[in-house]
């Protein structure tokens, strides 16, 4: 598959490109009206690439959707993708679910199941195994539809929980998020990529829009 095309299929379908390989169009800061020189689109990559670069968020909003792109990091690298983000936080993280990415072999957090790779951060654990190493492409999928929400990574589902639930709520109680009333409330959003500090690519990233 050609990087950053969409097939016939994906468009009939109803996927549309989040990131043309080309440039940063249809992206800004978050909180913020622009995007910053340390976000640029490198061989077909969207790739956090400087200093300073900050979190970034898509210049649309999204209710349900499903959403699929590649990454890759270097070793010991940490990244995420965030959705129904506001921009009443601070910080993207105070108020939006994340989808871990991360070098587990190499990275602190990789030693914890609710911080690896692919899991819902520091609130659903994600199976050992199934990332692939630094350095190589991983192509992660979010499904969230109402208040489902899943996490696919290489073809394998990781997770699936019901945000508001109990069960939800009982996570959410134990940890740092507890202290954040605004954290996962929304229901529409931003899709947001996170700038951890290390360098990380994308590409393939796209979405189709569910009832």
């Known amino acids: ?22 440039s940063t169009a249809g992206w800004r800061g978050y909180r913020k009206p622009s995007i910053s020189a340390g ?9 956090r690439a400087g200093d300073n670069a900050g979190d970034i968020v898509t210049s649309d909003r999204y209710r349900n959707f499903e959403l699929a792109l590649d990454w890759k990091v270097l070793e010991g690298g940490n990244s995420g993708i965030f959705y129904h983000a506001t921009e009443r936080g601070d910080y993207i993280w105070q108020v939006a679910p994340e989808m ?5 072999a190499r ?19 994600a199976p050992r195994g199934i990332v692939h190493p630094a350095g190589e492409w991983n192509s992660a999928r979010l499904l969230v539809n ?23 709520k009982a996570r959410v109680a134990k940890s740092k998020f507890s202290a954040m009333p605004l954290y996962g409330t929304a229901s529409e959003g931003h899709i947001g990529l996170q700038d951890h500090g290390d360098r990380v690519e994308f590409r393939n990233i796209r979405i189709r829009v569910l009832p």
Request: aromatic residues 8%.
């Open 39 to 47: 976000w640029q689109a490198i061989d077909g990559s969207l790739v």
């Open 100 to 104: 871990q990415i991360l070098d587990d």
């Open 1 to 22: 598959m050609t990087p950053n095309v969409l097939t016939s299929r994906e468009i009939a379908d109803g996927w549309r490109l989040l990131f043309d390989g080309r």
């Open 107 to 125: 990275h602190a957090d990789g030693k914890s199941p609710l911080t690896s790779a692919g899991a819902n951060y520091a609130l659903h654990p």
């Open 146 to 168: 109402g208040d489902h929400v899943e996490h696919w990574l290489n073809g394998t589902k990781l997770l699936e929980f019901e945000r508001g639930s109990a069960d939800w």
